[in-house]
């Protein structure tokens, strides 16, 4: 299944997921840097910083970004993660991963920083991609009949999995292990993979995710969002950050108590600038806000699955369509964290928390799914009506010529 036809010569195919797409992108950007000025300028001033500082740091991290986005979706060619140029990448994210676990920072208990000299970065916001790629690339060399299935099977086991659970035991990163691993199970769905195998596969990453909670006794007391009031201290325990999100919640309402009008962004919610700033959001503009935020990332999987379908390859389908769940999956994962649906896992809202890994990975995974419509040439009518122009200008060109001549 190397090829597959171009679904339609309607341009919804390729101009309306791409424009949704960039709506969608755009307006988290700059809701994300409004709600990072926020919530980080009361922390600001408590301790005697500028109080522009974080957002000025947040709106250059995401110009970055975005420069890098632009490359990838302009500059690099979709087909170029089926060369071998995808080990390069991959040498790269193990190399950062190795890095950090011998010199990496900790924060709050967790080595998953690098120092850079002019700030630090989080390389497995990166690596993640880098991870995904080889993924996408062994199965489709495996799909084209260049791997047979034992060089295919060790490809993985080596190239993916070791790197992943490096990371996972490393770092103590259950969040991006997850957030991975789901997208490579999208790039099998993808891929052409049975249905009963992608489910079976989702049913094991479901109990390795449960014990790696159960068994570990920090990931364990995170099980207290179940019912973090019942957590011993009265929801002054383990459950405390669980409650607290619940009273940002709840103070929203429908409407909110107003743009800046939080008070749990003063100490009393920590991370509510990054884990839990979905929380403020509906705090501040209310359950209406907090719709918005899903409806803009709804609208980005809606567009990152139709550029999927309409790929011309299955290589282009599994870029755009793992990108776009490794987007998605990131952000209901951090909103349902906030709410208390699911676990805290500590990954930030893509585009919105504060952080300039996440921020910047997120623009290169935009730029791999708008890479792939890129080269999904033959859906645009208006390329094809350019096209014929062309030809007609070209046709009364060389006619008025030979006038010109006789």
């Known amino acids: 299944m190397a090829s597959r036809p171009s679904q339609s010569n309607s341009p919804a195919y390729l101009q309306g997921p791409r424009i949704l797409m960039l709506v969608c992108v755009a307006g988290l950007t700059l809701l994300g840097l409004v709600m990072v000025y926020s919530t980080s300028s009361i922390d600001a001033v408590a301790y005697g910083r500028n109080m522009f500082r974080d957002v000025g740091m947040q709106a250059l991290y995401a110009c970055v970004g975005i420069a890098l986005g632009l490359v990838v979706w302009k500059a690099l060619p979709y087909h170029l993660w089926a060369s071998r140029f995808v080990w390069v990448i991959w040498g790269v994210s193990v190399a950062l991963l190795i890095l950090t676990s011998a010199v990496g920072v900790k924060v709050n208990g967790a080595q998953r920083w690098l120092n850079i000299g002019i700030g ?8 993640k991609i880098g991870l995904l790629l080889t993924a996408i690339y062994i199965y489709y060399m495996y799909d084209s009949g260049a791997f047979d299935p034992r060089a295919t099977a060790a490809a993985f ?3 993916v999995l070791v790197p992943l659970m490096f990371l996972f035991f490393t770092q103590s990163d259950l969040g991006t292990t ?36 159960l068994r570990s006794g920090y990931r364990s007391d995170r099980m207290v969002f179940l019912d973090p009031f019942n957590d011993g201290e009265n929801g002054l325990g383990t459950g405390y950050q669980m409650t607290r999100s619940y009273i940002a919640i709840v103070s929203g309402g429908l ?21 839990f700033i979905y929380s403020i959001i509906i705090e501040e503009l209310g359950l209406v806000g907090g719709l918005v935020v899903v409806v803009l990332f709804l609208g980005l999987l809606v567009a990152g699955l139709r550029i ?15 990108a776009t769940i490794m987007l998605v999956g990131q952000a209901f994962l951090n909103m349902g964290s906030a709410i208390g649906a699911l676990p805290t896992t500590g990954k ?29 040439r033959a859906t645009s009518v208006y390329e094809q009506r350019r096209d014929n122009l062309r030809v007609v200008k070209s046709n009364n060109s060389a006619a008025a010529r030979a006038r010109r001549r006789r």
């Open 120 to 127: 630090r970065i989080q390389p497995s916001e990166f690596a």
């Open 157 to 159: 086991i080596v190239a």
């Open 178 to 213: 997850a957030v991975l691993a789901l997208a490579i199970v999208a790039v099998l769905w993808f891929g052409g993979v049975r249905a009963s195998a992608v489910i079976g596969l989702l049913g094991v990453l479901f109990l390795f995710g449960l014990m790696a909670i």
């Open 255 to 275: 409407f909110g108590v107003g743009l800046g009008g939080s008070h749990e962004k003063y100490q009393y919610l920590f991370a509510s600038d990054c884990d």
């Open 308 to 322: 999927a379908e309409s790929a011309p390859d299955s290589l282009g389908a599994m870029i755009a369509g793992a």
């Open 348 to 376: 930030p809202l893509p585009f919105v928390s504060s952080g300039g890994s996440s921020v910047m990975a997120s623009f290169i995974l935009v730029g791999l799914i708008l890479s792939v419509s890129r080269g999904t």
